[in-house]
């Protein structure tokens, strides 16, 4: 998507005109000008936005405006894209957590049951299922909870596919890694928190602050255990 610059900008305009360096943003029932390449947070000015719709595409609020007139309205967290936006910021914060509380294991998050995400350990040297503890899961979330209390940026930023597959190989994210490694791109963009790496399905987050420390829990079940957010 190539957030950190123009070239991929969802409207296409991005063509000089009249207003020079100037792009319009039609935001709220009023058209502002701002220089080009303004973040869309800047463009907001609203705190309760966690993401933003540009031209009814939903984009980080780190995202750059380089298009010469467009439409700009918050992505609030009550919201479906809202939700959707928390819970990929979740699952990239528990992927930092695991790293932190147990790092020997790799963990795969499966797909959506309800509200929540099941997820899955296995030890790394042979492959077998690693069963979760109750203790597993508290040292877990105390540490996506001291994530949230830290503030830390979450940075997009494009690297070769070669580093975002060895640094992805920490975590386990085993799938995501074999499919970057057929990839014939030189570059993909991820996004960066306490040197690990994520690749987005859709936005995350600006800063891990802005994640609610009661939106999530982590609970057992079977030989996992589920991710579970709010609605």
């Given at each position: 998507m190539g957030y950190d610059n123009g070239a991929d900008a969802p409207n296409g305009k991005r063509q000089r005109t009249s207003l020079g360096e100037k792009t319009e943003v039609h935001h709220g029932g009023k058209v502002v000008e701002h220089p080009l390449g303004v973040t869309v947070k800047e463009a907001l000015a609203c705190d309760a936005a966690v993401a933003g719709r540009l031209d009814n595409v939903v984009v980080p609020l780190s995202h750059k405006i380089f298009g010469s007139e467009v439409t700009l309205e918050p992505v609030l967290l009550s919201s479906s894209a809202?939700?959707?936006?928390?819970?990929?910021?979740?699952?990239?914060?528990?992927?930092?957590?695991?790293?932190?509380?147990?790092?020997?294991?790799?963990?795969?998050?499966?797909?959506?049951?309800?509200?929540?995400?099941?997820?899955?350990?296995?030890?790394?040297?042979?492959?077998?299922?690693?069963?979760?503890?109750?203790?597993?899961?508290?040292?877990?979330?105390?540490?996506?909870?001291?994530?949230?209390?830290?503030?830390l940026p979450m940075k997009y930023m494009n690297v070769s596919c070669k580093t975002a597959v060895e640094n992805l190989a920490q975590t386990g994210a085993g799938f995501t890694a074999g499919v970057l490694k057929e990839c014939n791109r030189s570059q993909i963009e991820i996004v960066e928190c306490k040197g690990l790496y994520h690749v987005p399905q859709v936005p995350l987050m600006a800063n891990t602050s802005m994640v609610p420390k009661d939106s999530f829990n982590l609970s057992l079940f079977k030989e996992g255990f589920f991710l579970e957010h709010f609605r």
């Open positions: 809202g939700i959707r936006t928390l819970v990929e910021t979740l699952k990239f914060m528990l992927k930092i957590a695991k790293q932190e509380t147990a790092s020997q294991l790799a963990m795969t998050v499966g797909k959506p049951i309800g509200s929540s995400y099941y997820c899955h350990f296995y030890d790394k040297t042979n492959g077998k299922t690693y069963k979760p503890t109750e203790d597993d899961l508290a040292k877990m979330k105390s540490a996506m909870l001291k994530l949230i209390e830290e503030g």
